[in-house]
Every structure is written in C-alpha cells, then in structure tokens.
C-alpha cells in the first residue's frame, strides 16, 4: 500500500515531464512548419507577407495534440501492464459486451430494422454510397479467407474482383446473359483465377507471396487495358444493364433500391457462409496453415489443398463483388481495378480484426464511408481519413473487434464418466 | 509386458544418407522399430536426430537409403520423400523438438487438428451443415476431450495454447499427434525443459501409449536416466552414424557410446 501523497508526488515529475515534451514537440513543429505556415510571397506585390498568428495556431494545436496522444498511450500502457490479471473495463470487457446476447439481440434488431427502412428513407445517392460499402463488406469478408485465416498476404485481389466484373460485362456483350445468370458464373470464374494464382504461388509465403499476388494484380489490369479485341482497353465497355425482376422496367431509383437489398442479402450470405466455413474442419486447416506450416503438415493437412481452398473460395466473393459493381455503375474500365483497391480492402481486414467478421462489416462501413461523408471537409478529406486509420491501428491493433474463441462446455460430458 | 506381438518391425530404415549442399548430415543409418516397441535415438548435439526425424516424417526428402514403415495389417510400403501429411495418414506422428503447436489456438483446437486426416467433411459440408457433417464434428469434438481428458489436460480446454505452461504444451503436442491415430509415435526431446515430477508423469504416459493404445514409439531424449529406463532398445548417432545399438545395459558400458559422449580423453565414466 503506497500512501496517497506518495503516489501523487511520484505522478508529478510525469506530468512535468509530459508537458516537456509536449511543448518540444510543439517547438518541432513551428519549426518545420515555419516556412510553410509563416512565410508566403506576394507576388505582385513584392512583398514578403509574415503570418505568426497560423505559427501560434500550429504551436498551441500540436502542444495539446502531443499531450493528449502521451496521455492516450500512457493509459493504454497501463491497461496492457495488467494483463495477467484483471484488465480494464475495455479490451476483454467490450468484447464481452458485443457477444452478450442481451446486448447483440437488440442491437442486431435495431440494425436490420434500419437496413430495411434506410432506402425509403435517403437519396438515390446515399442508397449508392451504402451498396458500394455493403458490395466492400463481401470483398473483406472473401480477402479475410485468404489473410485473416489462411494467412495468405494476397496484395493482388482486386484481380479477382476485375475478373468478376468484366466477366458480367462481357458475356453480357456478347451472348447477352442477364445478372442472375452470371452471377454464379462470375462466383466460378473467381475461384478458377483463385487456383490459377494459387498454383504458381504454393510454394511462396509471407513478403515472397505478397510481391507475387501484386504482381498478378497488375497484369490483370495491364492485360485488360491493353489486350482491346477482348476488354475494349482504357475506354471500357458501357451501357451493362441492370439487374433485371422478371423483365419489369423500373425507374433508376427503384432499381437501385432492388440492388440495395440484393446486396444485403448477398452480404447476409457471406456472412453465413464464411462463419460456417471458418467453424468447420476446413477453417480450422486454414487456421493451423496460418500458425506453424510445418506443423500443421505434419499433423496430417494437405498444405497444397488447404492453400488452394483458401484462394478459390476468397476469390469468389471477388467474382460476385465485381459482378455487382459492374451491374451497379453500368460502366467499367480498368481504371477501377488498381492497386489501390486492393490495399483498401486489405486495409478493412487489418482494421478489422484478422478472421473477425463482424470486425471487417464495420471497418468496411468506416473505411467506405468516411471519405464520402468527409467530402464537407474537401481537402483535409484524405488527411483525416488517414489520421483515423493510424489512431485505430495505433489503439487497437488487434483490429476493431477482435475474434473471442469457440469455447466448448463439456458438463454433460463429464457426468457421463 | 503387453500381450501384442512384437516381432514384425513398423519403421526399417536402411542406409539413409542425407546431405545438405556439401554437409553429410546423415550418412547409411540403418534403425529399425518393432511393434509395440519403445525405442530411443540418442547421441551429442548436432549428430543429426532431429534430421532422422523430418527425413522419416517427410519434412526433408532424403538423398538415399530406403525407409520401410509397415502399419501393422497393412503392407510395407517405402515412404522416402513422401508428403508429410500423407505419411501422418499413414499412421505416423510426431512432436518437435521446439514445441510447435498453433498458438492461437485453444488446447481442445489443437487436438482436433490432429483429427483432420481421420475426418473428411469438405467445402459443401462445411457450408450446408447437413447432418453427416454435425455428427462428424461432433465425434471430434468428443474425441479430442478425452484425449485431454486422458492426459491430463481437462482444465485447459479452452486456454490459448501459445499461453500455457511450457510442460503442458509439450502434452498438448503429443496429445496431438495421438489424435491422428498413429501406430508409430516420434517423440523429439519429449522431457525437454520438464522437471522431475513432470518427466516421471511423462514416463507413464508414454508407458501407457505403449500399453494401451498400442502405439510403438521412437524418442529422441538427452535425458539419460529417462532413456535407459522407458527404452527397450537404444540406437546412438555420433556425425550422422549409428555407432552403437542394444539395450541399456549394453549402451551404458560400450566405450564407444562414452567417447561420444565424453570425449577420447576420458578412460572411465
């Protein structure tokens, strides 16, 4: 027991300390910033213009800037040095809180109610904001296959995704096939190219496979830029229809609220369809490959299967995802499959918690909206779109919601014996 | 002791060589393993027993020599540079030298790892669920609890294996690789960092994969005292050869056993 007077005479040389080097930091920055921030030509004038009042801004923002970040890690330290024993109300706590049912039930509730409700409610606009979030739900929950399980860096995946799309758009061209035919056509196609990538690629891990997939990344969007008998080149190909109800002719805002609930239930599908696979014997293969490859062959798991599984079924959801973004814009061009993409939906999965599904559904919602609703903000758009993803990554790097594990009761077991 | 029959051999080995680039880090091994045999591999750091073990497992493909595993009622069958995992299909497991489980997975996880090549739901069972799938899993399940069960290890079910203590993760392993039904068990340094009460539970357990689930086993164990007392036959490596092989009692009196380990120098041990 250390008496109270102790302990706060042990926290002042902290403060002290802490206000010292907040206000470096803050000298730093004048610093740096001086020529930039302080000094601006006139030219015609020819003047020099001396602003000190932006130098007193820049100083004052970045002092309480660098002592609320010190305070921010020394709080987060703190929780991390107890580990062992009790952690603080969040970490474990929260996530206690998020798989409590009395908690999730009516939260889930409130959110399909405004799911459903959300199109009637908004513009064509937003409900197209919303689709392509909810098309990049599908595409991080395909990639957390292939990353967050199997532990496959694949930097390349928009490849798959391009495949999808073009695939629509151009059987659409040229046999005329409609939406529903191609979309399980486009969730084959994707998963061929997966094998296709993973065959090359099985002997490769880690930085080796990241530089591969990237590669293939880039040749997919060269071969469709410049190969122009068979993807028309840079200028793309356009007028690819809509997803068609029984040949009924609706208005556009119409379709796209059709398109909105079609890709809800896509991504209601994904979602099933990758928590069933990542609780079964398969998901734990991909799980095992990820931890210890030697091991995990040894214990008796294909590694060549297992890996080939892992990229087919990741890049299928890419297939579908690129089907629905060519049925939604109705125009596609390579320029829409660049690597940017690619780090965009790796960045959801890393966000959101490797293997976490719930995790990735909301750092797709953050990751794609955020731009969008910080156009108010114009310029400083990117700035703090990028300021948020180092806080989140800096405070939690496990992602947003990290995975709890499948605990097994075994009472009846027991009383068996 | 047990009642099997225990003169048919399950692993024989003959002339292994195994160079890597120009170092010959095994050089014409022959070892053999009869059924329900414990058998130790012994010799001084660096004499290329961990080597044995991956060139037997098919981590590493060997550059000659033959290895016969014979899976009792099943037919011999050569197994040089075969995939890993389909010679764990076949009836062969083991444990590594530095423990190598899958740390973010629970004790019970990495157990029913061990039951992947006996189970074989696919990708449609996975996704539709359907009833052959859920009782498949469920065995497993089942199954792998009462390995920890057995072992020991019922309290940590749930823990993250990366976690635990380092002897109940050296359990964990074999609790593992048990799961894959093997009639032939490899054990790399098994009381490695184990102390005493540790090593003598450890003792028993092996005693009772021999006696129970007849499974016969080859070890790799620096601990002498541990070896002389399981082992019923001992194989001594020095630079990649055998230098000797008998019982204890004849292992622990061969001078070419002591100057291995001792050194030329030394007359008397």
Known sequence: MIPLTLMEQAKKPLMTAAIKKAFLTALCFMLLTFPLLVIRVNTTENIIEWRWKSLLYMGMGSFFLSLLWRYLMERREAGGAVTGKQRPSHGPGMEKVLHDPRFTRPALLFVACFALVFPFLFSTYEVNIMISALTYVVLGLGLNIVVGLAGLLDLGYVAFYAVGAYGYALLNYHFGLGFWTVLPIGAVLGATFGILLGFPVLRLRGDYLAIVTLGFGEIVRLILENWNELSFGPSGIANIPRPGFFGMVMDLRSVTIYLYFIVIAMCLFTMLVVSRLRDSRIGRAWIALREDEVACQAMGIDKTKTKLRAFALGATWAGMGGVIFAARTTFINPASFTFMESAMILAIVVMGGMGSIWGVVLAAFILILLPEYLRAFSEYRMLLFGATMVVAMVFRPQGLISKVHRTYEFKGLEKQR | ?269
């Open chain 2, 1 to 269: 002791m047990s009642g099997n029959p225990r003169n048919d051999l399950i692993l024989d080995v003959k002339k292994l060589c195994m160079d890597f680039g120009g170092v010959r880090a095994l050089s014409d091994l022959d070892l053999d393993v009869r059924t329900g045999e414990i058998v130790a591999l012994i010799g001084p750091n660096g004499a290329g027993k961990t080597t044995f073990f991956d060139c037997v497992t098919g981590i590493d493909a060997p550059t000659s020599g033959d290895i016969f595993f014979i899976p009792p009622g099943k037919a011999r069958r050569r197994i040089n540079g075969l995939k890993p995992n389909l010679v764990t299909c076949l009836g062969m497991a083991r444990t590594f030298q530095n423990i190598r489980l899958f740390p973010a997975m629970t004790a019970l996880e990495n157990v029913m790892i061990g039951r992947h090549c006996r189970s074989s739901a696919g990708i449609p069972g996975a996704i539709f669920r359907g009833k052959k799938t859920r009782k498949e899993e469920e065995s497993i399940v089942i199954h792998s609890y009462r390995l920890l069960e057995r072992f020991g290890l019922a309290k940590y079910t749930n823990e993250l294996a990366g976690s635990l203590p380092y002897g109940v993760q050296r359990r964990i392993e074999i609790a593992r690789a048990v799961a894959t039904d093997p009639c032939l068990l490899l054990l790399d340094e098994p009381a490695a960092g184990m102390n005493l009460q540790e090593t003598k539970e450890l003792v028993e357990l092996i005693r009772r994969l021999r006696d129970e689930d007849h499974i016969s086993i080859l070890l790799i164990e620096h601990d002498m005292k541990l070896v002389m007392n399981l082992s019923e036959r001992i194989f001594v490596v020095e630079y990649g050869r055998r230098i000797a092989e008998g019982n204890p009692r004849e292992i622990r009196v061969s001078p070419l056993v002591i100057r291995a380990y001792l050194g030329e120098d030394v007359e008397d041990a």
